[in-house]
């Protein structure tokens, strides 16, 4: 049932990512992003790839919260001593 929890969880967000990093990335160039007034000295393609695995982590920790909030009363009360 583990196996289920991370596949509900990592699913989604992965095709989030996916589709976030097409619209972000569509409107944005990352060749002129800057971090604290000097332009990322980063390849477009490590650019690309951080930001698909921020938004999958981002994305991830809104579908854990997801699951961890609809799991039911019974569960969450039950003692496993």
């Known amino acids: 049932m583990k196996a289920l929890h991370w596949i509900s969880i990592f699913w989604p967000a992965f095709m989030l990512a996916c589709a976030t990093e097409l619209v972000v990335f569509a409107l944005i160039d990352p060749a002129d992003l800057h971090w604290r007034g ?8 490590a650019i690309y790839t951080a930001g698909f695995f921020v938004f999958w982590v981002l994305a991830a920790a809104a579908s854990a919260l997801t699951l961890l ?9 039950s003692r496993e001593d």
């Open 38 to 45: 000097e332009a990322i000295s980063l390849s477009r393609q």
């Open 69 to 77: 909030l609809t799991r039911p009363a019974a569960e969450i009360n």
